[in-house]
């Protein structure tokens, strides 16, 4: 079973107050806790990589910086009298669990636990700020039920409502084994240490009984905060607003309401785009043929920016929005009536102001952490492939290569030649075709182009990480 911990206590059995804590940091990880008796390792990213609490140990694996499983090693000394003298002996056990976490479009949804042949999988009820509030089985019954303060401090209690542990006090004696007390996943979907009471937000531990992290933030989101009421403070936790913010990574917290209509606005740009290109494609208008590219650059830009950024539940929607505009001004460029060394020019410089708006929102508005060679990179790969392809829709050569074997032109060849090759029905008839082939032609290029540059834009900030 789990140990049994007190707030009040400092010995081997519970975790300390956060006066006491004896710590070792560096580059903001914390190696050591309690005078060394918790230990932490981490990998080149400083990304927790081990936990180690006396003969207990927690092993944790990530895809990026997502967390999909953890191992588990427990050691408990069990006590019994061993003779008429009453002198003690015991005998010690080692169990060993792996936990697999479960994942959505909306973030983190449950887990899977195997303890030796047994194996058991359950889901999250979350509300409407990420607090993990309801624990379920695969039958849908009630396991394990969390009420929180707006700070993260909580109480877990069983179905039946008996308290079997808090942030405050530890596990209760005889509820470890309890699918509350296991479960790790709570406030705002961050991970909690029942050793500490402290919740592990990828950077920095958080406490949220004195509402603060442990270690202070990096120096430079002070350039996003120093205007804003406690931005100076390094240590507040989501600038002591937590109700409407809170802050997954423990660098910059953000507003749960801006989420929400970021994600809204990104809806609204994604179905008008929709809408558009299945409107305009193949059109005859220069306006409606500028619709069209544009609503191709906006679907790739924010399909792209999503990928990019992890998955719904991590991206910023407000970047995806912004990936999606630049996106939107790429394809109109590259379908407007513009030369191909022009278009070039234009998506060139679109791309590399597109590198350089995501490495500010990546890095919280700091130009000192611009990348200028990836941008300076971008901007040429953009350039090099939006010029392309307007030089390929504007080629009457190549255009009548892509589309004298088109299932309209070959349309077009039967009907002329029933209504007679040389009349000039015929000869109108087979014009129409061949005008309506080359335009759903062009739609295409302008289609496989963006979607083209969309990709090495993509694989390009992939690999320069």
Request: net charge positive.
């Amino acid at each position: 079973m789990f140990n049994i911990f007190s707030r009040s206590s400092i010995d081997g059995r519970g975790y300390v107050p956060f006066s006491t804590l004896a710590m070792y940091s560096s580059c903001r990880c914390i190696f050591k806790l309690s005078n060394g008796k918790i230990q932490f390792k981490y990998d080149q990213n400083n990304v927790r990589t081990h936990k180690h609490n006396g003969d207990n140990s927690s092993e944790y694996f990530y895809v990026g910086e997502k967390l999909v499983a953890e191992k588990r090693r427990l050691t408990n000394v069990d006590l019994y009298v061993g003779d008429e003298l009453g002198s003690e002996s015991g005998y010690t056990t080692v169990r060993e669990s792996f936990i697999t976490y479960l994942y959505g479009v909306e973030g983190i949804t449950g887990f899977t636990i195997k303890q030796g042949d047994e194996m058991n999988q359950y889901y999250y009820r979350k509300n409407i700020q990420g607090d993990v509030t309801h624990i379920y089985d695969v039958n849908n019954n009630l396991a394990a039920e969390y009420t929180y303060d707006a700070w993260g401090n909580h109480i877990c209690k069983s179905p039946d409502g008996i308290i079997v542990g808090s942030s405050s006090t530890g596990i209760v004696v005889g509820f470890g084994d309890h699918i509350g007390n296991i479960n790790s996943i709570r406030y705002r979907g961050y991970y909690f240490d029942t050793e500490t009471g402290l919740y592990y937000l990828k950077s920095r531990y958080y406490d949220s009984e004195v509402g603060r992290f442990i270690n202070m933030d990096k120096i430079e989101v002070l350039d996003a905060t120093k205007y804003q009421i406690n931005g100076l403070n390094l240590f507040a936790y989501c600038l002591n607003n937590p109700v409407n913010m809170c802050d997954d990574t423990g660098m910059l917290g953000r507003r749960f309401w801006r989420r929400f209509f970021g994600w809204a606005a990104v809806a609204v740009m994604a179905v008008a785009a929709i809408a558009v290109s299945v409107v305009t494609f193949g059109a005859a208008t220069p306006l409606a043929a500028l619709a069209f590219g544009a609503s191709v650059g906006a679907l790739v830009g924010i399909g792209a920016s999503i990928i990019s950024q992890g998955g719904f539940a991590s991206a910023d929607p407000w970047q995806v929005f912004f990936n999606g505009v630049m996106g939107a001004a790429a394809g109109a460029a590259m379908a407007s009536p513009l030369g191909w060394a022009s278009t070039g020019a234009i998506v060139g410089g679109l791309g590399f102001a597109q590198s350089v708006g995501n490495d500010l929102f990546n890095n919280g508005g700091n130009f000192g952490q611009i990348n200028w060679g990836r941008a300076a990179t971008i901007g040429v790969i953009s350039g090099v492939l939006g010029g392309a392809g307007k030089y390929i829709s504007q080629s009457g050569r190549l255009m009548h290569v892509f589309t004298k074997n088109s299932k309209s032109v070959q349309r077009a060849a039967v009907l002329s030649k029933v209504l007679g090759n040389k009349t000039r029905l015929g000869a109108k008839a087979y014009q129409q075709f061949w005008n309506t082939a080359i335009r759903v032609q062009t739609s295409r290029i302008h289609l496989i182009a963006n979607t083209v540059r969309g990709g090495a834009v993509f694989g390009t900030n992939r690999l320069w990480r």
